[in-house]
């Protein structure tokens, strides 16, 4: 009967342990959540992003069947892309031929020492956290503006209807018109932006650490 009674009190003990350790990492997940802006604006004031359009376009996700269509930082189905990565290696690959081609009209021509500083200028830029507390925005470079809409234009035909794409929505198991609302494309443009942006700058006073590290 003691030893009955000694298990049940182990079982507890572990019960009691476990489910203290989940509130708390909870608690610190909460508390660590990466901020979303207010506004997404450039260095020359344009806006190119709401607050209310990233969470819009969460809700866009979720109600499209999003989970069962491609991921999120790695939450979902693996038919099509984690939509995060895609976007952030889209907007990469644009950024940095953007700084290439202010360097030369032929980013081919470029010297090893001009590779070098366009790679080590965008990892830069991308890196740094310019998120301001205070006004709740998130600053970025017109240069890297351009490359977001580029990217954004890829998903609003990739989430519409435009032909050119059939092939690779056929590849992601996608069908046409995913999204035919063209303000819900926008707002799923403004979701990925900021889940891609949250998964790169440093934690404020955490170099090194993402905000979903």
């Known amino acids: 009967m003691k030893s009955n009674n000694l298990l049940w009190r182990w079982l507890g003990f572990v019960f009691v342990l ?48 999003g989970q069962q269509q491609g991921s999120v930082w790695g939450h979902g189905a693996y038919v099509a892309p984690d939509w995060s990565a895609d976007w952030l290696h889209r907007e990469a690959v644009a ?9 030369k009209s032929d980013p081919a021509a470029l ?11 965008l990892k830069e830029e991308m890196r740094t956290n310019t998120h301001d507390p205070a006004t709740g925005k998130v600053t970025v470079s017109d240069t890297r503006a351009q ?7 890829h998903y609003d035909a990739l989430f519409g209807n435009a032909a050119s794409l059939d092939q690779l929505r056929e590849q992601y198991a996608m069908r046409t018109d995913t999204l035919p609302d ?23 006073g955490e170099a090194g650490l993402s905000y979903t590290s």
């Open 18 to 65: 476990s489910f203290g350790a989940l509130g708390y990492l909870g608690w610190q997940i909460y508390q660590s959540a990466p901020p979303i802006p207010t506004q997404v604006v450039t260095t020359s004031g344009q806006v190119i992003f709401t607050g209310e359009q990233i969470q819009k376009g969460q809700q866009v996700w979720l109600a499209s069947g």
């Open 95 to 103: 950024l940095r031929d953007l700084r290439a081609k202010a360097i």
């Open 111 to 121: 010297t090893a020492t001009e590779r070098g500083a366009v790679e080590a200028g």
């Open 147 to 153: 490359a977001i809409r580029e990217v954004g234009a």
């Open 182 to 204: 063209a303000a819900d494309r926008a707002a799923l443009n403004a979701f990925f932006f900021w889940t891609a942006w949250s998964s790169v700058p440093d934690r404020p």
